[in-house]
C-alpha cells in the first residue's frame, strides 16, 4: 500500500480549488450539469472508465484495481439547496437563491481527490472500486434508487457500500462511526380537511374547518407519546396549518402538511395507519370529511455491523481513538444513502468540519461554512477504508 498521508497532502491544494469550484457553482436537486461534467472529467483524467445515463446528472466509475479483492462503492451527493448564502468569502454562490448549505461540495470534492489517488495507483489497489457521484440527495425520492435501477451495484456485484457526511458540529480530525441507524425514515403526510363555510357570525349552520384541523394537530401529538412504544423513536411534526381567507368567513377547507420521522419499519407503519385512523376519527365526529395523502420519503439508514467496523478500523489508524466516537444514537434526518445500504451491506460516517473561527451553524442554514482541512480526514478515511475492507 501507499503512504496515504503523503498522497492526500500532495493533492490538497488541487481538491480544495475542486470544492471552490463547485461551491461557486452550486446546482439543485438533477440539475447538476456542471458538476456532473466535472466528476466525469476527473475520473477519465485518473483513467477511470466512466458511465453516464440519459436524462441523469449521474456519474459512475468504475477502477479495476491490479490486485485481488472486494468490489466496493463510495458515495457522495453533488446537489445544493435552494439557499441565499450569507457568508462574505472569497468562494461564496455565484448562484442567486443557491448554495451548498448542506456540505455536498465536500463530500464530492473528496471522491474526486479519493478517485484520482487511487488511479495513481492503480496496480496496488485491491478488487474493483466503483465512484457513485449521485444526484438530488436533497429531494425525494432521490437520486439514489434510480442509480441503482440503472445498475451501479451490479456487473461486477458490489460487496460494501460506504458514504460519508461532514458536520459542523464536530472538530475537524473527528470521525463518527455509526452503528444501527444512522438517519430516519424521512416521510411527509398532506392532510385535507373539508367542512362546511359560511357566515363567522352564524356558525351553527357550519362546519368549522379550522377548529376541526386543531383539534386533529392536538390529537396528532398523542399518537407519539401513547401509540410509540417509549423505547422506539418517532416524530410528528406539523410544519404547515392553511385555513381561511378573511376575518368573517368560516372556513371550509383546512390543509396539514406533516413531516414522519421513524427508525423502525414497523414504527414508519404505525405512524401512517394511526395519522389515517386518528384523521378521520375526528373529522367523522365533527361532521367533516378528510384525504390523507401519506408519501414514505427515505428509508433509515442501516449500518451493517461488519461494514461498521471496517470504518472504525479506518478512523482508529487515521485520526486515533481519541478522535473517534462509536455513535450509536441516530439522527431523526432523513438519507437516500439508506438505499445503497439496503441493497449491500453499508456503513455512513461522518467527519468533522467545524469552523476554525465564528460561530458554526447546522446544514440548511444560510450561513453554513465549513473548514476545507476536514477534505484530507476524508480522502484519508475513505482511502483506508478500501484498503481495511481487503484486509
Not at 440519459?54 to 456519474?59: G, I, K, L, N
Not at 396549518?241 to 423502525?264: D, M, P, Q, W
Request: charged share 20%; hydrophobic share 40%; aromatic share 6%.
Amino acid at each position: 500500500m501507499f503512504n496515504i498521508k503523503n498522497d492526500v497532502n500532495e493533492i490538497f491544494a488541487d481538491v480544495k480549488a475542486l470544492r471552490r469550484q463547485i461551491h461557486m457553482n452550486p446546482e439543485i436537486a438533477f440539475q447538476e450539469f456542471k458538476t456532473s461534467a466535472l466528476a466525469e472529467k476527473v475520473l477519465k483524467d485518473a483513467g477511470i472508465e466512466v458511465i453516464t445515463y440519459p436524462d441523469s446528472t449521474a456519474v459512475l466509475g468504475i477502477l479495476k484495481g491490479g490486485k485481488p479483492g472486494k468490489t466496493i462503492a463510495l458515495r457522495a451527493d453533488m446537489d445544493a439547496l435552494p439557499l441565499q448564502e450569507e457568508v462574505e468569502w472569497e468562494a461564496k454562490s455565484t448562484v442567486d437563491g443557491v448554495m451548498h448549505a448542506c456540505g455536498h461540495d465536500m463530500h464530492t470534492a473528496i471522491l474526486m481527490g479519493v478517485a484520482t489517488i487511487l488511479g495513481k495507483h492503480r496496480e496496488k489497489v485491491p478488487g474493483t472500486i466503483k465512484f457513485l457521484f449521485q444526484p438530488a440527495e436533497e429531494s425525494p425520492p432521490g437520486g439514489a434508487k434510480p442509480m441503482i435501477e440503472s445498475g451501479v451495484l451490479r456487473d461486477p456485484d458490489v460487496e460494501l457500500v460506504f458514504g460519508l457526511h461532514v458536520s459542523t458540529r464536530d472538530e475537524v480530525g473527528h470521525v463518527k462511526v455509526n452503528y444501527g441507524y444512522s438517519s430516519a425514515n424521512s416521510d411527509r403526510c398532506n392532510i385535507y380537511i373539508k367542512g362546511k363555510g359560511g357566515h363567522g357570525a352564524y356558525p351553527q349552520g357550519t362546519v368549522d374547518a379550522v377548529v376541526v384541523a386543531s383539534h386533529v394537530v392536538v390529537a396528532l401529538q398523542t399518537i407519539v407519546s401513547r401509540n410509540v412504544a417509549p423505547l422506539e423513536n418517532a416524530v410528528i411534526s406539523v410544519g404547515s396549518f392553511h385555513s381561511g381567507t378573511v376575518n368573517n368567513i368560516i372556513s371550509e377547507y383546512a390543509e396539514l402538511k406533516l413531516t414522519c420521522r421513524s427508525l423502525a419499519p414497523e414504527v414508519r407503519e404505525l405512524l401512517e395507519d394511526r395519522i389515517i385512523s386518528v384523521t378521520n376519527g375526528i373529522c367523522d365526529a365533527m361532521g367533516a370529511t378528510a384525504t390523507v395523502d401519506y408519501t414514505y420519503g427515505y428509508s433509515s439508514t442501516p449500518n451493517d455491523d461488519k461494514a461498521a467496523d471496517i470504518v472504525k478500523a479506518a478512523a482508529l489508524a487515521v485520526v486515533g481513538e481519541e478522535n473517534m466516537t462509536l455513535n450509536t444514537t441516530p439522527s431523526m434526518g432523513g438519507e437516500d444513502f439508506s438505499f445503497f445500504a439496503m441493497e449491500v451491506p453499508g456503513a455512513f460516517f461522518n467527519i468533522g468540519a467545524k469552523p476554525a473561527e465564528g460561530e458554526a451553524y447546522p446544514g440548511h442554514n444560510p450561513k453554513f461554512f465549513v473548514n476545507e482541512e476536514a477534505l484530507k480526514t476524508g480522502m484519508e478515511m475513505m482511502l483506508k477504508i478500501v484498503f481495511t475492507a481487503n484486509e
